[in-house]
T-cell receptor
Framework: QQQVKQSPQSLIVQKGGISIINCAYE??????FPWYQQFPGKGPALLIA?????SEKKEGRFTISFNKSAKQFSLHIMDSQPGDSATYFC????????????FGTGTRLTIIP | GAVVSQHPSWVICKSGTSVKIECRSL??????MFWYRQFPKQSLMLMAT?????????EQGVEKDKFLINHASLTLSTLTVTSAHPEDSSFYIC?????????????FGPGTRLLVL
């Protein structure tokens, strides 16, 4: 009930391409879905987040698509750059973020020239 | 804004000693902080939720007597690994909760790498 499933585990994308990472959740009580970016040896950094009352949110090259009925959400990185190479975690929480995060298993993204 | 620091960033200690890790919210007050543990190439595992002025809430399977958490002020939480053993070697990360316009958001510290010899 508390799981967040994330795929793929690893992803290689050419520079300039679109990187897509998918997550699915089970608990319908989740109401806040952030994405975090983590570089090796560093703590996760908040990238973008969405609430279920919208189907899409865009910030620069990063877009979250949200499908409430399917209980799925995804991160799209447009015009992917080598600097985007990192591990990405989706997460979900309840009470508009006021409770603990349930993390996905992570996606290691590599952008090749 | 929303900066969280951790100290130390690296610590190496002998087996049997205790190690204290500090987590500070630098530009905001955090009534709630979280402590995570992360093994290489794995996701973050929540260890405990720390609330200012009250006892921490530990996740199932986390030994509260081994991982002592103190949240004595609105900007500081500490994690003490008592009688550390090599299996406690890991990357420990804290986060602090801050209020936004529509939701609360967790901001993470840079992490502390612990190596127990």
């Amino acid at each position: 009930q508390q799981q967040v499933k994330q795929s793929p585990q690893s992803l290689i994308v050419q520079k300039g391409g679109i990187s897509i990472i998918n997550c699915a959740y089970e608990n319908t009580a989740f109401d806040y879905f952030p994405w975090y970016q983590q570089f090796p040896g560093k703590g996760p950094a908040l990238l973008i987040a969405i609430r279920p009352d919208v189907s899409e949110k865009k910030e620069g090259r990063f877009t979250i698509s949200f499908n409430k009925s399917a209980k799925q959400f995804s991160l799209h990185i447009m015009d992917s750059q080598p600097g985007d190479s990192a591990t990405y975690f989706c997460a979900a929480t309840r009470n508009f973020g006021n409770e603990k995060l349930t993390f996905g298993t992570g996606t290691r993204l590599t952008i090749i020239p | 804004g929303a900066v969280v620091s951790q100290h130390p960033s690296w610590v190496i200690c002998k087996s049997g000693t205790s190690v204290k890790i500090e987590c500070r919210s630098l530009d905001f007050q955090a009534t709630t902080m979280f402590w995570y543990r992360q093994f290489p190439k794995q996701s973050l595992m929540l260890m405990a939720t720390s609330n200012e002025g009250s006892k921490a809430t530990y996740e199932q399977g986390v030994e509260k007597d081994k991982f002592l958490i103190n949240h004595a002020s609105l900007t500081l939480s500490t994690l003490t690994v008592t009688s550390a053993h090599p299996e406690d070697s890991s990357f420990y990360i804290c986060s602090a909760l801050t209020s936004g316009r529509y939701q609360e958001t967790q901001y993470f510290g840079p992490g502390t790498r612990l190596l127990v010899l």
